[in-house]
């Protein structure tokens, strides 16, 4: 694997725009659901799609652990605050669902486009798995936050 920068430049980027539209007591009070909606479960998700199922594999990164660069894990912190953040908005099953599909397009695009410059190569894998992989995933997100919306424990005060 070469060394690239790029997907540390993905998490700053995404980091900053976390600043910039969540408030800033709410980036403390999703960090936790960040670190381990976003960093786990995409580090697990790597593990397994790159060594396990060989789904695809990365050509550059700066870190690399198990053969998936930190930096794709970590970029998923500040994404998952965001659509968490920005969950609570979508007051009806409609919105939700469209909220779900925003996301899960916004990552295949992203995603998608990280293959076609070469960054990542699809191995036993599509972009058409992506979109699905990803529409699964915000799902998952979506529902705890759902249930959990009403115990308070991701947006306490």
Same mark, same amino acid.
């Given at each position: 694997?070469?060394?690239?920068?790029?997907?540390?430049?993905?998490?700053?980027?995404? +980091?900053?725009?976390?600043?910039?539209?969540?408030?800033?007591?709410?980036?403390?009070?999703?960090?936790?659901?960040?670190?381990?909606?976003?960093?786990?479960?995409?580090?697990?998700?790597?593990?397994?799609?790159?060594?396990?199922?060989?789904?695809?594999?990365?050509?550059?990164?700066?870190?690399?652990?198990?053969?998936?660069?930190?930096?794709?894990?970590?970029?998923?912190?500040?994404?998952?605050?965001?659509?968490? &953040?920005?969950?609570?908005?979508?007051?009806?099953?409609?919105?939700?669902?469209?909220?779900?599909?925003?996301?899960?397009?916004?990552? +295949?695009?992203?995603?998608?486009?990280?293959?076609?410059?070469? &960054?990542?190569?699809?191995?036993?894998?599509?972009?058409?798995?992506?979109?699905?992989?990803?529409?699964?995933?915000?799902?998952?997100?979506?529902?705890?936050?759902?249930?959990? +919306?009403?115990?308070?424990?991701?947006?306490?005060?």
């Amino acid at each position: 694997m070469s060394i690239s920068l790029i997907w540390i430049y993905l998490f700053a980027g995404l +980091t900053i725009l976390l600043f910039l539209i969540v408030p800033r007591k709410q980036v403390m009070k999703l960090l936790p659901f960040g670190f381990i909606a976003g960093f786990g479960l995409a580090f697990i998700l790597q593990y397994f799609a790159v060594n396990i199922f060989r789904w695809w594999k990365f050509n550059y990164a700066l870190v690399d652990v198990l053969n998936a660069p930190v930096g794709v894990s970590l970029s998923w912190v500040p994404a998952v605050m965001i659509f968490a &953040y920005f969950w609570q908005e979508a007051d009806s099953k409609l919105k939700q669902l469209i909220y779900i599909i925003i996301f899960s397009l916004g990552t +295949t695009i992203v995603e998608y486009s990280f293959v076609i410059l070469d &960054y990542r190569q699809y191995i036993n894998w599509n972009v058409y798995l992506t979109f699905i992989l990803a529409f699964i995933i915000h799902s998952i997100l979506a529902a705890y936050l759902y249930l959990n +919306t009403e115990k308070n424990i991701v947006y306490s005060s």
